[in-house]
């Protein structure tokens, strides 16, 4: 398999590596500043890549969404979190022509927790849930794109629910409808993602704990891998 990577920050450096020793091939890089000195020839858009099997992309929506409105026809494993919604938008409208797949966390082990939730929260509607999320100190955004993904599988199954971020500025008890979103940083955390279910005098929580960022660049791989033999459609996890 050959592949393009849209960006060459530290995710994608760990997917060059781990591609290369699974016998894959890193045909170049698309990055915004193409002066620096980089091991792998670079391009300026997806259709240069005339060579690549799939593009996989750990970057940023400033250099990912211009890309997305060029003319081209490539798989696409697509990893950037930040402006979810226009980057799921635009590869939704682009699924007609390609095979697309994205997801906000490349961990099979996150997908497993979202699943685990699905079959959790109808059955703990009379408890509280409060969710918070782990990561090292060089993280910008919070809360991580992972925790908005797990709020989002239980605000589908729950009738009402509010994200409540700044609990320290109320003055007033927790209500029911509210899930609890907290995010801390620092150190080398590779990333943690908790659900507590707090119910009357017992309470249920459920975590995932990253050890390694390769499991998210192998994530990436084995979605590519799939990918490039499947029909033009959009993909997640789910039907991947």
């Known amino acids: 398999m050959k592949i393009v990577l849209i960006g060459y920050g530290a995710m994608n450096q760990r997917v060059a590596r781990l591609a290369e020793a699974k016998g894959h091939e890193i045909i170049g890089l698309i990055v915004r500043d193409a002066t620096k000195v980089y091991p792998y020839p670079t391009f300026e858009r997806i259709a240069d890549a005339k060579e690549a099997d799939v593009a996989i992309d750990f970057s940023n929506p400033e250099l990912l969404l211009p890309l997305l409105d060029e003319d081209f026809n490539l798989p696409l494993v697509i990893a950037t979190t930040g402006e979810k919604e226009e980057i799921i938008n635009k590869l939704q409208a682009l699924s007609d022509q390609m095979p697309v797949f994205f997801s906000a966390n490349m961990s099979y082990g996150v997908h497993a927790l979202t699943k685990i939730l699905e079959a959790a929260v109808p059955l703990l509607q009379d408890f509280d849930i409060e969710l918070t999320e782990a990561h090292h100190n060089k993280k ?89 033999n499947k029909a033009n459609d959009f993909y997640t996890f789910d039907n991947l």
């Open 140 to 228: 910008v955004d919070a809360p991580s794109g992972t925790l908005v993904k797990l709020y989002d599988v239980i605000d589908d199954l729950r009738e009402k629910s509010t994200p409540v971020y700044d609990r320290h500025e109320n003055t007033e008890k927790r209500t029911q409808d509210e899930i609890g979103i907290h995010s801390i940083r620092g150190g080398t955390i590779v990333g943690e993602h908790d659900v507590l279910f707090a119910g009357t005098d017992e309470t249920i929580e459920v975590t995932h704990r990253a050890q390694s960022k390769d499991i998210f660049a192998n994530g990436a791989i084995g979605a590519a891998e799939k990918l490039i």
